[in-house]
Structures are given as structure tokens and as C-alpha cells.
């Protein structure tokens, strides 16, 4: 089936540093990939639809200058967390479709970043 | 009032159990429904996808949506301690947006 993988699974960093995350389609182009955040015990929030070539899309609330989205091929996109803040710490995951995106077609998630800021 | 309403359990069952585990929705537009499987610190799992009302089965694993009562409902048979896990419904439009929306998740414990 489809793979998504996630790069790297966790990582703990400074208050104020960036930190990048790699979401990869193993098996497949995605041209849309989706970057979620979950905390504990609650269910995933959309941070922001990604585009292969162009801007992405973000959902109300979520600073598009904090959170940097860059999907610069069709089996890559990062998310870059700058000026991380304790705050900021969460389990954020990619995701993207299989399908060649087709609407409905299944979601598959990568495993996850696990982001701690001291 | 959210747009899918799942009950975060916890739920525990014996070990052999049939288990099931249900998501009400508000919007009628929602045409493909999917059942998430995560363990802990790992990223979500497809378990099973379905357009429309209807069953369909995957080994010991049976999904059910009805659309007249906006409920979909997922039901384990002869459940596993494997099988402990949080549970995520989800669903998205036929067209237009590409997001899913999801239920808040179910926490499943099978005891051994």
C-alpha cells in the first residue's frame, strides 16, 4: 500500500532554533500533502494543505510565517517550525494522498515528528 | 455542536470481544468515510474507507455507514489485545475541499 515516511520521528530542541520536518510519498506522487499537529489525547487539527509548486494553504489560526511549508516535488514536502517556543512543542504529521489525489481518495499518514522545545 | 462527534472512551473489553465503536455526524454532504487505527506515538493507520451507506468487511474488521442517520459505526470481531489501540473516524466531502474531518478518536484497551 501506499508509504508515507516522516523525518525525523522525534526531535528535542532550544527555545528560539528552527526545526524542519520531512514528509516523504514513498510510492507515489502527491501533489497535495496535508501537515497536522495533535496533542494529547485529542484528535488530529489541519495546520495547512501543501502544494506541489505553489503556496500553501493554511487554516484559520495558524501563523503562515511560523510555520513554513515548502512541498518543492511531487514526493516532498517540509514544515518548518521557526523560532520554536515551548508552546510549539506537539506530535505534528504529514499526510497525503494516494490516488493521484483524487477527491476521496484514502489519506495515508506518515508515523509522526514528536517536537519537544526547551 | 461539532461537525463529527466521537465518544473518547476509554473502552476496555475481554480479550474475544466484539467491539464497536461509532462517530454521528451533522453534515450530510460528507459522501466517503474512513476508520484510522493509531497506536501510541505512531501516526495514523487507513483501516477501512467506504463511500456511502453500506457495510463492508475486511477480515475481522466490518464497517457500517448510515447515511439516513448520519452514523457510521466500525465493529471488531474476536478482538485482539493487538488490537488495543485509539480508534479515529473520519470523513470527507465527494467534492470541493480535500480535508477530512475527524472525531475526537476512541481509546481501546483488549484485556488478555
Known amino acids: 500500500g501506499a508509504v508515507v515516511s516522516q523525518h525525523p520521528s522525534w526531535v528535542i530542541c532550544k527555545s528560539g532554533t528552527s526545526v524542519k520536518i520531512e514528509c516523504r510519498s514513498l510510492?507515489?506522487?502527491?501533489?497535495?500533502m496535508f501537515w497536522y499537529r495533535q496533542f494529547p489525547k485529542q484528535s488530529l487539527m489541519l495546520m495547512a494543505t501543501s502544494n506541489e509548486g505553489s503556496k500553501a494553504t493554511y487554516e484559520q489560526g495558524v501563523e503562515k510565517d511560523k510555520f513554513l511549508i515548502n512541498h518543492a516535488s511531487l514526493t516532498l514536502s517540509t514544515l518548518t517550525v521557526t523560532s520554536a517556543h515551548p508552546e510549539d512543542s506537539s506530535f505534528y504529521i504529514c499526510?497525503?494522498?494516494?490516488?493521484?489525489?483524487?477527491?476521496?481518495?484514502?489519506?495515508?499518514f506518515g508515523n509522526g515528528t514528536r517536537l519537544t522545545v526547551t | 455542536q461539532k461537525e463529527v462527534e466521537q465518544d473518547p472512551g476509554p473502552l476496555s473489553v475481554p480479550e474475544g470481544a466484539i467491539v464497536s465503536l461509532n462517530c454521528t455526524y451533522s453534515?450530510?454532504?460528507?459522501?466517503?468515510f474512513m476508520w484510522y487505527r493509531q497506536y501510541s506515538r505512531k501516526g495514523p493507520e487507513l483501516l477501512m474507507y467506504?463511500?456511502?451507506?453500506g457495510n463492508k468487511e475486511d477480515g475481522r474488521f466490518t464497517a457500517q455507514v448510515d447515511k439516513s442517520s448520519k452514523y457510521i459505526s466500525l465493529f471488531i470481531r474476536d478482538s485482539q489485545p493487538s488490537d488495543s489501540a485509539t480508534y479515529l473516524c473520519a470523513m470527507s466531502f465527494i467534492q470541493g475541499a480535500q480535508k477530512l474531518v475527524f472525531g475526537q478518536g476512541t481509546r481501546l484497551t483488549i484485556n488478555p
Open positions: 499526510s497525503a494522498r494516494s490516488g493521484q489525489g483524487a477527491a476521496g481518495s484514502p489519506l495515508h
Open positions: 453534515n450530510s454532504a460528507f459522501q466517503y
Open positions: 510510492d507515489f506522487q502527491a501533489t497535495t
Open positions: 467506504t463511500y456511502s451507506s
